[in-house]
């Protein structure tokens, strides 16, 4: 992702956009890293992990966009981040969630629950616009688009039996859409697989992998890293046989992967 953000910097600084990286890495890893990409924005360090736990950061990589007031106004995955979102983004910043509308505010948080409603509501009001219409209308294509997209990840997770990413797609779909039909089914399908006894092993099993994989991105030096590499290995034989061993594999093996570059 860093070719991208270093066009953002590029394309949309002087319009005061200011991109920031955060890193729970070695310093010295990071630094070297910088500049050998030469990398033109800040990078600070996040010692400890706490601006991630602040932001509650359950994977990598992750974006934020934060408004003059200091208000998150996007959060998610660095990909979904388009030329012309940054664009309204910078159009709207002083503004801030205040001057945005109603459906567009709560939908940039990720209430999709709240933004379906209000959409509900102004496609409901005789004296709306053309304009909030269609806001309304679009707002609740993407909620459903998202949340069908992700259900359908968590069905495919479960027939791969990898309760990691089933819980991973069916948690935030049940709780920014709590009260909506997509919500209901993510809520009810995530209590059917915590029941289902075929499951037992793996949910047994990924309640030790979370543990190991929520320290890992606070072990910066080589010798932590190792520890963690260790930890996912000696996991993995213990668990033998379950989809979570083959992620504790996978995973010892890219960190190590990552520790020979350097």
Request: aromatic share 6%; proline share 5%; with cysteine.
């Amino acid at each position: 992702m860093v070719p991208r953000l270093v066009e953002f910097h590029q394309k949309f600084e002087k319009n005061g956009l200011r991109v920031v990286a955060l890193s729970s890495e070695d310093p010295k890893l990071i630094e070297g890293y910088v500049g050998k990409k030469k990398i033109p924005y800040r990078v600070g360090i996040d010692d400890g992990g706490n601006a991630g736990k602040t932001y509650g950061v359950t994977g990598i990589p992750a974006a934020f966009a934060i408004g003059p007031d200091g208000k998150v106004l996007w959060a998610g995955h660095p990909a979904e981040i388009s030329d012309s979102t940054v664009e309204k983004w910078l159009r709207g910043a002083k503004a801030g969630a205040a001057g945005a509308s109603p459906v567009r505010a709560a939908f940039e948080k990720r209430e999709f629950a709240r933004a379906w409603k209000l959409a509900e509501e102004t496609l409901a009001r005789p004296d709306a616009s053309a304009e909030e219409r269609a806001l309304a209308e679009k707002a609740r294509a993407k909620i459903r688009e998202r949340a069908e997209a992700r259900l359908a990840a968590a069905e495919e997770a479960i027939e791969a039996k990898d309760v990691l990413a089933s819980e991973e797609n069916l948690e935030p779909v049940a709780r920014e859409c709590a009260g909506l039909e997509f919500g209901t089914k993510a809520a009810d399908r995530l209590a059917e697989i915590r029941k289902d006894p075929a499951l037992a092993p793996e949910f047994a099993a990924a309640k030790g992998l979370k543990t190991i994989l929520a320290a890992e991105p606070n072990a910066r030096k080589s010798k932590e890293k190792q520890a963690i590499i260790e930890q996912l290995r000696t996991f993995a034989a213990k668990n033998k046989g379950t989809t979570c061993a083959e992620i504790a594999r996978a995973k010892a093996d890219e960190i190590q992967e990552a520790l020979s570059k350097h």
